[in-house]
């Protein structure tokens, strides 16, 4: 009968001969050839005959090999790696952005990691934390803390960092975003042509540059129509579709003593949130409230009405943002640690889906 130290020897002199098997050392004396010329077809570089290649690989696959990238980075000084830290990866705006990035940046190598903060200060912070412990190249941010204190240590360490989507207030940093305000004003336009003045809104937290610009937009577009800001139709939210149902429901709620005709709502979750509180509440889109929304994405067409809404030029953000990438960690690369670049604030104009959700009424 086998004891327990024997299964321990057993398993251990079957870890350690799995260990010889995968070692370039063994891989090269076996194949007579040196140790630099097995490396040199392990990391894909030139100066190696095909057939010894051919051999090479056809030696490492047997071996079941695989390369040690902690060593590599270590050697490197580069892990190849970009994290991108997003506040709710179930939205499609965010998904389509990483898209982007990751067909800019992986032809050149380059592997996206993705963290989900879900709004939270707090994940934020430990996520950056731990990115930069796991030495990543390059950083993409849609930041939820405006302070940008736990950035600083990228910063500070001359890696490369983008902000999409929220920007902190700091300064010499790089972003792609689009023009919020613009995208309000479009909104609030599209609803005013269409005869409604009495304007509802349902906007973010007040304490991120999406929410504030918006809702300068918002008011801004309101004025220029000549329609007083009545407060009472504005209502805050996360972002959450559980956010954009209580906006709504308190809205509805108060609609006999202050009344409207359309709300604009500005998330794809807030918005999802909303119609389910106008349905709720035995009212019917458009016939009863127009609704116009933001970033709302329906690829089956099967949602009916459709919603109007602002559409944020996704793809090329995700685009721009994996060309800014390569073009900081190129310029590191030949200048070393000292990274010296001229920073970049990239603005784009979002567009207008007009859709079925806004009724054309007379005043």
Known sequence: ??????????????????????????????????????????????????????????????????????????????????????????????????????????????TVVIVDTNESKKNEQKYLEILYQKRIDALVLATVDLNGDSVKVFLDHSIPVIFIDNVPKLENINSVTINNRGASKLAIDFLIKNGHRDIATIIGSKE?????????????????AGI????????????????????????????????????????????????????????????????????????????????????QPEKLIGKITGEMLLQELNSKENQGDSLDMPTRQVILEPHLFGGESVKKINN
């Open 1 to 110: 009968m086998q004891t327990m130290s024997d299964n321990v020897r057993r398993k251990r002199a079957v870890l350690m001969r799995k260990a010889k098997t995968n070692n370039l050392k063994h891989i090269a004396e076996r194949l007579g050839l040196s140790v630099s010329t097995v490396s040199r077809v392990v990391n894909n570089k030139e100066y190696v005959k095909e057939d010894t290649r051919r051999r090479v690989m056809e030696a490492l696959n047997e071996c079941n090999y695989v390369p040690n990238e902690i060593a590599r980075s270590l050697k490197s000084k580069t892990t190849h790696t970009i994290g991108v830290v997003l506040p709710d990866i179930s939205e499609v705006f965010f998904g389509e952005i990483v898209k982007g990035i990751n067909k800019i940046v992986s032809d050149e190598g380059y």
């Open 208 to 224: 991120e540059t999406t929410g504030s610009e918006r809702m300068q937009g918002y008011i801004e577009a309101l004025e220029a």
């Open 228 to 311: 007083s800001v009545n407060e009472n139709l504005i209502e805050y939210g996360n972002y959450k579709e559980s956010s954009g149902y209580n906006c709504m429901c308190n809205l509805l709620s108060k609609r006999k003593e202050n009344p409207f005709s359309a709300v604009y709502v500005t998330s794809e979750m807030m918005v999802f949130g909303a119609v389910k509180a106008i349905k709720e509440n035995g009212l019917i889109i458009p016939d009863d409230i127009s609704l116009i929304g933001f970033d709302v994405h329906d690829k089956t067409g099967l949602v009916r009405p459709s919603i109007a809404t602002i559409r």
